[in-house]
């Protein structure tokens, strides 16, 4: 089954103390390229977190966002140094009496100063961060499950234009039956006009029929669209997703169609390669958002 390489999930886990939340958002992209957004507290998971994205996410770009909320809000607070605030804010007062600046914001200045102030959200415990690496695997499944569900539109959408191309092919093979007779007489006529009948060599002129008709045999580029066409729907219905090998088969399918073109010497085959050409294009399109 393929998937989209578009996703979106959200997942979210809590112990009674603090919850997390994990929002993840993707495009398509030739690489992984993960964009991480996280609070200070769990900086430290940053490599877990891209370690895991890279096994369970695979390919996109990938923006995860990660929030929390604790259950006490005063339970991550900035905490105060007393002692060293009191040492600060005595030695700007009588700074202030010598220089004569009875007007300054002297807490203010003293609050600024180096250590005073400390947050307590440098790192989280264990427990802490299982929490967050719980709400992270939730967020992966939905947004996977997300990609599936995408990936079952594609699918449909590619398994359908593929089909129109083998129908086009029918096609060809219904009105090219006239097609190297036509080509015979059309020379032959030709020739005719221009030396004579009298004047050709009936021997020589098989021979070089035979040589220009064999040039313009499209038995061989029927052969390999047909089986490129039969091998892009069974990649397409394998368990897997392989945005890539797709990619490559639809690269051989254009060219058994440019070369059908090219040889056929015919108008109405030329129309329907034509047509061929722009299924395939819309594949290729879409195959840009498989996985």
Excluded at 71 to 85: E, F, G, R, W
Aim: aromatic share 6%; net charge negative.
């Amino acid at each position: 089954m393929i998937k989209s390489m578009t996703g979106y999930g959200i997942g979210s886990q809590e112990n009674g103390k603090v919850k997390y939340t994990v929002e993840l958002k993707s495009l398509n992209s030739k690489f992984l390229e993960l964009n991480l957004r996280l609070p200070k507290a769990v900086s430290d998971r940053e490599f877990a977190i891209r370690s895991e994205s890279s096994k369970l996410i695979e390919r996109g770009k990938v923006n995860v966002t990660v929030t929390v909320e604790y259950v006490d809000q005063t339970a991550k607070a900035s905490s105060i140094n007393t002692a060293l605030l009191k040492k600060y804010y005595e030695q700007l007062q009588e700074i202030a009496v010598q220089v004569g600046d009875k007007n300054a914001n002297l807490l203010d200045m003293a609050l600024n100063m180096p250590e005073v102030v400390s947050s307590n959200e440098d790192v989280v415990d264990e427990e802490e961060g299982k929490v967050l690496m719980e709400a992270f695997y939730r967020a992966v499944d939905r947004f996977n499950q997300f990609r599936q569900d995408e990936g079952g539109i594609l699918k449909s959408d590619l398994e359908s234009r593929v089909h129109l191309i083998l129908s086009y092919l029918t096609e060809v093979e219904s009105v090219e039956g006239d097609r190297i007779p036509l080509i015979r007489e059309r020379i032959s006529h030709y020739l005719n006009e221009a030396v004579g009948k009298e004047n050709v060599d009936m021997n020589r002129f098989e021979q070089e029929i035979i040589f220009y008709i064999d040039k313009l045999d499209i038995t061989e580029e029927k052969v390999r669209l047909r089986s490129h066409c039969n091998y892009f729907i069974q990649a397409l219905n394998a368990s897997d997703s392989n945005g890539k090998k797709l990619g490559f088969i639809s690269q051989e399918m254009g060219r058994e169609i440019n070369t059908l073109g090219s040889k056929a010497n015919d108008a109405n085959i030329q129309q329907i390669v034509v047509r061929m050409k722009e299924e395939l294009e819309k594949v290729k399109e879409q195959l840009l958002n498989v996985l």
